[in-house]
């Protein structure tokens, strides 16, 4: 099953793409580029659903997309290869390149990557490289880390022209669905106490393109997650044994 599910998905987004392509052929449209590098800091399930959802549009170039893993050798980093896009092992790449900073790590693991981002501004500034953005939007995946945790790994210092600089950068909490995969995801999601509208810009640009984004309280967001997630995962399961057991469609019922 979860092999025909997933050529399936394939052929639909591969399917979508063509249509797209050739409607804006028809019509003499040019399909908008965004200009914003993505990296993705974690290559798990939720980084390539993602990764799947924004190539599929064709608006992000591939050469503008960033993931890392822990190590060349990671199933992980293979797939996201297989996309197209850059690789590394190296968070500091990623730092380096992007505007929106995908963090997509296990939840326990977030806080010890966020604490890598002093150090690096500090070697950056010390060796006088100077990063694409000085201050990309850090946007957290996680179900369980909150929003003030991860801005107190956050404030870092800098050197612009000899002079130092101290700030936090702007923190976006949120909590998307695997099926941004083929663009139907919905996107619930907080802004910080440093993230301003114009902050949150490359980040809606780019979350989008793989579905529908809603701001919300952060207090809402856990629950949110346990209806986005584990509830259709329910429904489909459900779903899929009543068909299993032969039930009419006015037979079913869900609660």
Not at 167 to 186: K, Q, T
Not at 212 to 223: F, G, I, Q
Request: aromatic share 8%; net charge positive.
């Amino acid at each position: 099953r979860r092999k025909i599910y997933g050529k399936l998905r394939k052929d639909f987004c591969l399917r979508e793409v063509k249509m797209s392509s050739t409607l804006a052929k028809k019509r003499k449209i040019e399909i908008p580029k965004l200009h914003y590098h993505v990296g993705f800091i974690g290559s798990g399930n939720m980084a390539r659903a993602l990764v799947e959802g924004i190539t599929t549009t064709g608006q992000v170039p591939l050469s503008n997309i960033t993931a890392s893993a822990t190590s060349e050798d990671s199933e992980n980093l293979k797939m996201m290869k297989a996309f197209g896009i850059n690789t590394t092992t190296s968070n500091r790449d990623v730092i380096l390149t992007a505007d929106v900073i995908v963090v997509a790590v296990k939840p326990h693991q977030v806080l010890d990557v966020l604490g890598q981002f002093e150090a690096i501004y500090a070697e950056l500034s010390k060796s006088h490289v100077t990063p694409r953005n000085l201050r990309p939007v850090i946007v957290s995946v996680a179900s369980s880390v909150s929003i003030s945790e991860i801005e107190r790994k956050t404030e870092v210092a800098w050197n612009i022209s000899g002079s130092p600089v101290q700030g936090h950068l702007p923190v976006i909490r949120s909590l998307p669905n695997v099926v941004a995969s083929v663009r139907a995801g919905v996107s619930a999601y907080s802004r910080g106490h440093y993230c301003n509208e114009s902050d949150a810009v490359p980040f809606l640009s780019v979350f989008t393109l793989c579905g529908h984004c809603e701001e919300v309280a952060e207090e809402y967001l856990d629950t949110f997650k346990a209806f986005s997630g584990s509830g259709i995962a329910f429904v489909s399961h459900y779903q899929e044994n009543t068909c299993l057991l032969s039930w009419k469609p006015w037979q079913m019922v869900v609660c």
